[in-house]
């Protein structure tokens, strides 16, 4: 009885989370938010001058990364975002932005 209740209590609670599962790619990285006030939770910038990520080959994404980090790309603002993150954060964002459908989910309807 008692396991039964555990079991009913780990799917009520796991349900919710999958159910917000994205369809396009897996697990959304624990550092996405630092990243989605510019670039979009998928990808698609909503400011000017930002660029949209979504669908962005893994490589170009990864390397864009490491070379604001080192500071050949001298963009004090992407600078200061990626600055506490290391090298797995960063490949898991680069992976889940490659990973996100590049059409824009914020054009405009004909
Ligand atoms: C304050 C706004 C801001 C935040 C926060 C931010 N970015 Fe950016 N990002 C920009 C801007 C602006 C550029 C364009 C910089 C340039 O001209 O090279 C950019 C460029 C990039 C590029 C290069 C895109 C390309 O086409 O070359 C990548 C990759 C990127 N950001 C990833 C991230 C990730 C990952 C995070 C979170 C850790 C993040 N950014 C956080 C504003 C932001």
Do not use: F, K
């Amino acid at each position: 009885m008692r396991t039964l209740s555990i079991a009913a209590l780990c799917l009520t609670a796991a349900l919710p989370a999958l159910a917000q599962t994205p369809p396009a790619a897996s697990v959304q990285p624990g550092r996405l938010g630092l990243c989605a006030g510019c670039h979009g939770v998928t990808g698609h910038a909503s400011m000017p001058g930002v660029p949209n990520l979504a669908g962005q080959p893994l490589d170009y994404l990864r390397n864009a990364l490491g070379q604001y980090r080192d500071g050949r790309r001298a963009v004090p603002l992407m600078r200061a975002a990626i600055g506490p993150l290391g090298d797995a954060d960063l490949d898991a964002l680069a992976r889940w932005y490659s990973a996100q459908s590049p059409q824009s989910q914020l054009q405009a309807q004909p």
